[in-house]
C-alpha cells in the first residue's frame, strides 16, 4: 500500500511539472513584429448574378469579397439605387460577402444600379471600397446615358456635399413637389455629380437635402432649379452647374414636442425687482472705433426715447454738432452716427430719463460716457485689383468672417481702396447684385427666377496693422 502511494505521488510530480512548464511558455507570447498598415479596399471576387447581367428576373445578389467585410453607419444615406424604388432593398454583410435583397418589383427594359457609396469596408481596418456600383438590367441592354455637374451655394459661393441632385422624367413643376424622383445621384466634397446608366431622354433637374421625402415641399430647404429640362442622349455627358439657395430662413423655433414641464404649483412666478434699465455698448473699453457706429443696447424692447435728453460733448462740455441717432426696428438698440477722427476725446451725456421701458423704468441716474477715438496708426490701408472682374454684372465686394458678411462696397472698377480698414483676416466674395440692393437675393421656383450668384475668393485677406495692403485677384 505504501509503495502505491509513493508511486501515485511521483505520477503526479510527472504530469504537474510539464504542465506548469506549458503554462509558463504559453505565458511569454511574442508577439509578431509589425509592418506597414493596410490601407488597401476589399477587392471583389465574385457577383452572383455577375455584374452587369441582362434579362435580370432576381431579388438576390450576393457579393464575395478576398477579405472580411462590415457595412459603415452612412449605409442610409450613402446606398443609392437607381431608378429610385419604393422600397430600399435589405443590405447585410457575413464574413466576405455583401447580400442586396430587392423588395420592389422590377420594371421591364430598366437598367438598374446601385452605389453603395463608402458604405463597404474591410474589418479591420475600416478602408472603404468607394463608390462601388453593381449593374443590371431588366432586358436585353445597358443603358449608357450620362449627366455630371457641379452645385454651387448661391449666397456664399462655397459647397454643401449633403445635398443631391434630382432628375424627373414628369416635367411638370408640381413633381418635385408631389413626387418620387426617378433618379438621384449625391455630391462629392467638391459639389460635383455624376450620373451614370440613364435611360436616354428629358428630365428636368433639381437639387434638395437627401432627407426621406426628396421633395421641395418646404420653401425653407436647400433647393436648385434649372429652368429648362435637360436632353440625355448619345452626344455624351452634358456639364451643368446649378446655384442652390433658400428662398426662405428656417424658424428658429423648434417644431418638435415641448419638452417643459408644466408647474402644479399655485405659486405665481416672481415679479421683475430691478428698479432701473441697463444698457451696453459697442465701445471697446473706453476706445470707439473710427470705421463704425457707437451703439447702445438694452436687453429688452424700450417704450420711448428722447433724444434731446441725449448729448455729444468735448472733454469741456461744449455741445458737438453733426450726429446722429436712430432706434432699430426691435427698439431695443440706439446708434449714434458721426464722422469720427483719430484721438479725440468725447463725453456722452444721457438724462435718467431718456430711455423709459414699458414699465416706466428709466436709468438709475444721469450718466455720463467718456472716450476717445482711435488712432489711425491702429489701421492698415488695403488695394485690391482684381482681373477678369465684370463690372456689367453690378459686382459688390463682400468681406467676411465665418462666413458672415461683415462689410460690402460696390465695385464701379477694378481697383478698390480704403485708407482705414480694421486689421484682420477676411474672406472675400464677390455678388453679382442683379437688384442693386447691396445684399444677396434668393431665388424662386414659382416666378422661375433664379438666385443672384456669389463669387467665392479662394484666398483670404489678411490685413495688418499701420501697413499698405496690396493684393491682386484674379476671379
Known sequence: MLLLKRYFFASCIIILVPTALL??????????????????????????????????????????FNEYVQLGNTLQTDLVVSPNPQQMPLVESKLQTVTVRLKDSLVPNTTYSINFGK??????????????????????????????????????????????????????????????????????????????????????????PNDFTKRYDDSTKTFAFLNEPVVVDSTGPRNLTLY????????????????????TSSKRPPKDTAKSIIYTTTLQRTQQDLLSDLVIKFTKPLASFDSTKLSLNDTNFHPINGYTITADTSFSQFTLKYPWKEEQSFKLL??????VDSSGLTL????????????????????????????????????????????????????????????????????????????????????????????????????????????????
Open 364 to 475: 438709475a441716474k444721469d450718466d455720463t460716457i467718456n472716450f476717445h477715438t482711435a488712432s489711425e496708426a491702429e489701421y492698415g490701408s488695403i488695394r485690391l485689383r482684381f482681373s477678369n472682374l465684370d463690372l456689367s454684372r453690378n459686382p459688390v465686394l463682400q468681406f467676411t468672417e465665418n462666413n458672415k458678411v461683415l462689410d460690402s462696397a460696390a465695385l464701379t472698377s477694378t481697383e478698390f481702396f480704403r485708407r482705414l480698414y480694421k486689421p484682420g483676416e477676411y474672406g472675400l466674395r464677390i455678388l453679382y447684385d442683379a437688384d442693386k440692393n447691396m445684399t444677396w437675393t434668393p431665388g424662386s421656383f414659382d416666378l422661375k427666377k433664379q438666385p443672384e450668384i456669389v463669387v467665392n475668393v479662394p484666398r483670404k485677406i489678411n490685413i495688418k496693422q499701420n501697413w499698405d495692403n496690396e493684393v491682386n485677384i484674379n476671379l
Open 244 to 263: 442652390a439657395y433658400n428662398e426662405f430662413e428656417a424658424s428658429q423655433t423648434q417644431s418638435g414636442p415641448s419638452t417643459t414641464q408644466t408647474s
Open 350 to 355: 444721457i438724462q435718467k430719463d431718456a430711455f
Open 119 to 208: 458604405t463597404i469596408k474591410d474589418v479591420n481596418e475600416g478602408n472603404p471600397y468607394k463608390n462601388f456600383t453593381y449593374v443590371f438590367a431588366t432586358g436585353n441592354t445597358i443603358d449608357n446615358g450620362a449627366l455630371n455637374g457641379r452645385v454651387q451655394l448661391a449666397e456664399t459661393g462655397t459647397t454643401d456635399s449633403t445635398l443631391i441632385v434630382i432628375l424627373h422624367k414628369d416635367l411638370n413643376d408640381s413633381a418635385i413637389k408631389k413626387e418620387r424622383p426617378f433618379y438621384y445621384a449625391r455630391l462629392d466634397s467638391g459639389g460635383r455629380f455624376n450620373f451614370r446608366y440613364l435611360a436616354y431622354g428629358t428630365y428636368a433637374v433639381y437639387v434638395l
Open 23 to 64: 503554462l509558463y511558455s504559453c505565458a511569454n507570447i511574442i508577439p509578431p513584429g509589425g509592418g506597414p498598415r493596410d490601407t488597401l479596399p476589399p477587392v471583389l471576387l465574385k457577383a452572383a448574378p455577375a455584374d452587369s447581367t441582362l434579362h435580370f428576373t432576381g431579388n438576390k445578389i450576393v457579393l464575395t
